[in-house]
């Protein structure tokens, strides 16, 4: 009975959980600062997924301008190849705890693919952070 207990105590801190209010704030953040900066303007998401499990979490967003209209390229050091279709509207980031922060651990602005496809296996993230 207890080690029942225990394997389910352990399997629901494996699952991703919402990211709400402050927290959310925060990860949202810390995320949109190296996307901001590698693009050199301001930068909103759109979010599709931001899970957290324990001190992993994961931002699947749109990029947006302050406006909301999806982001343009144009401009930016991804421009040309955003020109030659080459990059998507999508961000996706990975982002751990440490401390009493939270940190990017990597990024991929624009992916054409699933470009955190091995993030789990590569960074050590439970690999439930990346399930839908």
């Known amino acids: 009975m207890l080690w029942e207990i225990a394997i389910m105590i352990a399997s629901a801190a494996a699952q991703p959980v919402p990211v709400v209010g402050a927290e959310r704030a ?3 953040d ?17 979010v599709d997924r931001l899970a ?3 001190d992993w979490a994961f931002l699947l967003a749109q990029l947006a301008d302050r ?5 343009d390229y144009a401009g930016t050091p991804k421009a040309d190849a955003a020109q030659h279709g080459m990059m998507s509207r999508r961000y996706a980031a990975l ?3 440490e401390g009493d922060r939270w940190v990017v651990v990597t990024d991929a602005i624009g992916p054409t693919d699933v ?6 296996t590569r960074y ?3 690999p439930s ?4």
């Open 26 to 28: 925060t990860l949202l």
């Open 30 to 46: 810390v995320a949109r600062a190296p996307v901001s900066k590698a693009l050199g303007k301001p930068i909103l998401f759109k």
């Open 52 to 54: 957290r499990a324990g």
């Open 67 to 71: 406006g909301g209209a999806p982001v």
């Open 95 to 97: 982002m751990r705890r």
């Open 115 to 120: 470009a955190w496809a091995d993030w789990a």
């Open 124 to 126: 050590g993230a439970p």
């Open 129 to 132: 952070l990346f399930k839908n």
